[in-house]
C-alpha cells in the first residue's frame, strides 16, 4: 500500500490549493480517507474525511466551508480542495487511509500515510 500526496505550495492568504493523493494498493470498498495536518511544534490533526464512495464526509470545525474533501475511484484518488487559505493553515498535510469504515478523528486510528506535502500560506 503506498500513498502520494501532491499538490501543496506557497500561496497568500486568501488563495487556493488543491492536494492530490494517489493510492495503489488493495483495498476493500469498507476504507475510510482522510487528511491531516501537522502545524512546526503543533500535534498532527484531524482535517476531513470521507468514505469509499464519496457520499459521506467529515470536516474539522476550523475548515468547514472551505475545503471540500472528494474522491474518484477510478484514479484511486482523494482531493482536498482548499480555499480561502489562512496563515494558519501552514502545515504539512498528510493524507491517511483507515482500513475499515467509521470517520475517525484521532491519527492511531489510520493504518495507511503517504509522506505529506507542505502547504504555506503567507500573509
Known amino acids: 500500500v503506498q500513498l502520494v500526496e501532491s499538490g501543496g505550495g506557497l500561496v497568500q492568504a486568501g488563495g487556493s490549493l488543491r492536494l492530490s493523493c494517489a493510492a495503489s494498493?488493495?483495498?476493500?470498498?469498507?476504507?475510510?480517507r482522510a487528511w491531516f495536518r501537522q502545524a512546526p511544534g503543533k500535534e498532527r490533526e484531524f482535517v476531513a474525511a470521507?468514505?469509499?464512495?464519496?457520499?459521506?464526509?467529515y470536516y474539522a470545525d476550523f475548515v468547514k466551508g472551505r475545503f471540500t474533501i472528494s474522491v474518484d475511484n477510478a484514479k484511486f484518488t482523494v482531493y482536498l480542495q482548499m480555499n480561502s487559505l489562512k496563515p494558519d493553515d501552514t502545515a504539512v498535510y498528510y493524507c491517511?487511509?483507515?482500513?475499515?469504515?467509521?470517520?475517525?478523528?484521532?491519527?492511531?486510528?489510520?493504518?495507511?500515510w503517504g509522506q505529506g506535502t507542505q502547504v504555506t500560506v503567507s500573509s
Open positions: 491517511a487511509v483507515r482500513d475499515r469504515g467509521g470517520f475517525e478523528s484521532q491519527s492511531g486510528q489510520y493504518d495507511y
Open positions: 494498493g488493495v483495498f476493500s470498498s469498507s476504507i475510510t
Open positions: 470521507i468514505n469509499w464512495s464519496g457520499g459521506s464526509t
